[in-house]
């Protein structure tokens, strides 16, 4: 068996059928079963059993259901060297109906099979990928469908070129737009040129988006946000992993269907790619039936749109239901839009005005803000479905006002702020140094849900990895304490910046089992080195976070990536590492 696979309108069926008709000679029996996809939607199984049996043993052959249709050519067929090509095939029912074994056809019989999702490959023998066609290539093809005799073109191939280099080796395109422009004058071409760069060719994108139609709804959400955003990041870009990761769509499984529909590539960077015209289908199927108004697109990540949007070019509405995501501009202040923008899901703001937001959206699953000038978020601001919160020089003195739910109860955080407000409010007040014992109360763990953990760290160094924290039970109650805890600390000119980490007791007990309601006292002590081994941390200190009311002990875990980069997944749970029975040390994945 020999598939082969690769975009939609790459070749895959006219490079088959020319094998096919090479060699049918060659074989007792042969037979094209062509559109399955579209074949398999219209008329059943069987009926595609019946087709390859009559035309392979050239009688009528009848089949009354899936299972005698599989019974009839393993029966029929094993014996006789056949070849038989089974042509756009988009699910493993087909190729079990048509084609289930090796067994089920004579020795030196050949199955080809076209697919545009290798996923369906695993069993066959050998996996051809189709080559799109080089530049030379292109314009043969292309003046084959395009070159009038009768009428020659001037200047034809100059223009040439420039559809040659727009299809950029798609057979599909060079044929479409070829018999297109056929009958065309100079000036019709130009034209057809210049609405391609706004409107491509319907009858491409059709063809194209069978790929797209075929995927699960995350995986069509994963698809756009790559084609609008992320082409030309690398896929180890851990801000672009996260990003994906918080909108719940499961990159690591994701990106690998994507890459075996053909409908994007890593390149030889680790960088995201894709056929250009691919990525003209993602933006096509993002603009809708509103090209022109991008306050009705799902993603806006044109540079003049975002500007016009701000500049009040378009026609503002007062509430923006629709977008979901912005691109992240240097060049343009879009953070005056941002509260009409109720559907938002991520947002990264390099640039803001000297205002603060008057509202968010509920609907924010991950924030990056550089500069946010408010005190805090707005008091509307319900981020109960926010994963990710990244905060660089902002004014903040309080993230929001009051408790905000359960958006982290039974997970894990990390916060590295600029400046010492937290340190200095915090209670219970910080130790001195690196470490601090904790007082556990009766019923802590039905009353309270983790612990809140709060460093001081010196200097402008960067942080060279997740701060290190070793926990360990401490006996006797109240005794033991270390004289170390006493101290409390006092603010010096060095120190600069916070460090507040938050980590369940749910995901504590996976690995500590001697975290239960029999612990009474628990010493805590934090590592936070720079980049020559520097002990950065001048002051330590942990509080209990209380739980919400009518909630209890609970265990949610967070999605999980594979990063090829650091060869580990990241769950944003803690990465614990057990010294002895009565001692662990973990980290919190960060984005420090």
């Not at 043969?140 to 950029?168: C, G, I, M, Q």
């Not at 790619?273 to 096509?284: A, C, I, K, N």
């Not at 612990?451 to 926990?471: D, E, H, Q, W």
């Amino acid at each position: 068996m020999i598939g082969i696979w690769g975009v939609g309108g790459g070749g895959k069926t006219t490079l088959a059928t020319s094998v096919y008709m090479e060699i049918k000679n060659r074989f007792q029996g042969h037979c094209i079963v062509d559109n399955i996809r579209e074949e398999s939607s219209k008329h059943s199984l069987p009926t595609l059993q019946e087709k390859l049996l009559s035309a392979v043993l050239k009688t009528q052959v009848g089949v009354q259901n899936e299972e005698e249709g599989k019974h009839i050519i393993k029966n029929r067929l094993c014996r006789s060297n056949v070849l038989i090509l089974l042509d756009d095939v988009d699910d493993h029912k087909q190729l079990e109906a048509l084609a289930g074994s090796h067994s089920w056809f004579g020795y030196g019989s050949r199955i080809i099979i076209t697919t545009r999702n290798e996923h369906l490959l695993q069993k066959v023998d050998y996996v051809s990928p189709v080559r799109l066609l080089s530049g030379d290539e292109g314009n043969t093809l292309f003046k084959k469908h395009a070159y009038n005799d009768k009428k020659p073109l001037k200047d034809y191939w100059e223009l040439s070129l420039r559809v040659v280099s727009y299809a950029d080796g798609l057979p599909l395109a060079l044929k479409v737009i070829g018999s297109f422009l056929f009958d065309k004058d100079k000036k019709e071409w130009m034209s057809t040129l210049d609405r391609l760069k706004d409107i491509p060719e319907s009858e491409i994108v059709e063809k194209l988006k069978i790929s797209y139609d075929g995927l699960k709804k995350v995986e069509q959400e994963l698809f756009l946000d790559i084609a609008c955003f992320f082409r030309g990041i690398s896929r180890n870009d851990r801000d672009a992993m996260e990003i994906l990761d918080a909108c719940g769509f499961h990159p690591d499984i994701g990106i690998k269907v994507l890459i075996q529909k053909a409908l994007i590539s890593i390149d030889s960077y680790g960088r995201f790619d894709m056929h250009d015209l691919v990525q003209e289908m993602g933006h096509y199927i993002v603009r809708g039936e509103h090209p022109n108004n991008p306050e009705k697109h799902s993603r806006v990540w044109k540079h003049e749109e975002i500007k016009n949007m701000c500049l009040g070019g378009t026609t503002m509405v007062k509430e923006n239901d629709k977008t979901e995501v912005i691109y992240p501009d240097y060049d343009i202040d879009y953070s005056k839009i941002v509260p009409n923008m109720k559907k938002l899901r991520w947002l990264i703001v390099w640039k803001c005005s000297y205002e603060a937001p008057t509202s968010l959206s509920n609907e924010l699953l991950y924030i990056e803000w550089n500069g946010y000038p408010g005190s805090r978020f707005p008091d509307s601001f319900q981020p109960t479905n926010l994963a990710v919160l990244k905060m660089d020089k902002s004014l903040q003195k309080e993230l929001w006002k009051g408790w905000k739910g359960k958006a982290i109860e039974n997970h894990s955080m990390v916060l590295l702020l600029e400046g010492l407000q937290i340190p200095r409010e915090f209670r219970s007040r910080l130790r001195d140094g690196t470490r601090c014992t904790v007082q556990l109360p009766e019923n802590w763990c039905n009353d309270f849900c983790g612990f809140l953990m709060c460093a001081v760290i010196k200097g402008s160094r960067y942080v060279y990895s997740n701060p290190k924290i070793t926990m360990k039970q401490v006996r006797g109650g109240s005794m033991g304490i270390d004289s170390q805890d006493d101290e409390v600390w006092k603010e010096s000119g060095d120190d600069k910046r916070t460090w507040v980490g938050y980590v369940s007791f749910g995901s504590l007990r996976h690995s500590t089992t001697w975290l239960d309601e029999t612990c009474k006292a628990v010493s805590l002590s934090i590592t936070i080195k720079s980049f020559n081994d520097r002990e950065l941390c001048s002051g330590f200190g942990v509080s209990l976070v209380p739980r919400t009311s009518g909630s209890g002990p609970t265990d949610t875990s967070l999605p999980e990536y594979y990063s090829e980069l650091h060869k580990k997944k990241y769950d944003f749970k803690p990465e614990f590492e057990i010294q002895d029975d009565l001692t662990c040390t973990f980290r919190i994945p960060s984005v420090i």
